[in-house]
């Protein structure tokens, strides 16, 4: 018989081939006996893994008449995969300093491929400083995604660490004194914790006197404040009251 392969070689860019993949099958004729049944031999299709970027098949298919006649003809099947994963990112994120800037806070981006059901995701940091706080930055995070025949797709996810909490101050607690001379004098021992700068000084702002009634009775309103290292600031203030009700002592004349 006389023997045809359609399709000497075909390319397929699938990680499981099916047989419908791999073209029409080969026509034969012979003279007086019309066609001839083609068969296919077993070939040798090598390791179908998805651990090398392609593989090869070759088909020998075998075509035998009423009289045993045969002929063969090759079909090379190459199995391609070049198609990198699709990678779905991680949106961008604004964070605290105080947060924690894993993937497990800020966002995982994940990965799907025509041929590796699990392509690895992987992913690398950039650290960009702040040229305005020292505990704001940025973070550029590459993520990867490489399947099993090293095809990779990659993106970039920002996040950006920003410091806008304030520090916590507490002050002195209010104290009521009877005269204008035993007023307490401004704390210069104070401290406020931050959240970023951890302990922050506390600064004497000044006293605003109010219901000035004598020498010897009104209110102060004492402020303090603290500022941490972004600019963050928060204020607290202490009433002292200064109120004189005691009566002058006399003594008379013998």
């Keep these: 018989p006389t023997m045809?392969?359609?399709?000497?070689?075909?390319?397929?860019r699938t990680a499981r081939p099916t047989f419908a993949s791999f073209g029409p099958r080969a026509v034969i004729s012979h003279g007086t006996y019309g066609r001839a049944r083609p068969v296919r031999s077993p070939e040798p299709i090598g390791d179908l893994r998805p651990t090398r970027s392609y593989r090869?098949?070759?088909?020998?298919?075998?075509?035998?008449?009423?009289?045993?006649?045969?002929?063969?003809?090759?079909?090379?099947?190459t199995v391609d995969d070049s198609t990198?994963?699709?990678?779905?990112c991680a949106a961008d994120v604004t964070i605290e300093c105080d947060e924690d800037t894993s993937p497990a806070n800020t966002g995982t981006s994940t990965a799907t491929d025509n041929c590796d059901s699990a392509p690895a995701v992987d992913y690398a940091d950039n650290i960009i400083p702040s040229t305005v706080c020292p505990q704001e930055y940025t973070i550029s995070r590459t993520w990867t995604a490489a399947d099993a025949s090293g095809n990779t797709?990659?993106?970039?996810?920002?996040?950006?660490?920003?410091d806008s909490t304030p520090p916590v101050v507490t002050c002195p607690a209010n104290v009521t004194v009877s005269c204008a001379a035993n007023v307490p004098p401004p704390s210069t021992s104070l401290t406020a914790t931050d959240n970023c700068s951890g302990t922050v000084p506390v600064t004497f702002e000044g006293d605003v006197i109010s219901n000035m009634v004598c020498v010897n009775q009104f209110v102060i309103t004492r402020t303090y404040q603290a500022v941490d290292a972004c600019g963050n600031s928060a204020t607290c203030a202490q009433t002292i009251t200064v109120f004189d009700?005691?009566?002058p002592s006399i003594t008379c004349p013998a």
């Design 56 to 77: 090869t098949i070759r088909r020998t298919w075998t075509a035998t008449d009423a009289c045993g006649n045969s002929s063969t003809c090759l079909q090379v099947i």
């Design 4 to 12: 045809t392969c359609l399709v000497r070689a075909i390319t397929i």
């Design 245 to 247: 009700n005691t009566p």
């Design 84 to 88: 990198a994963p699709v990678l779905a």
């Design 153 to 162: 797709a990659t993106c970039v996810q920002m996040i950006t660490v920003d």
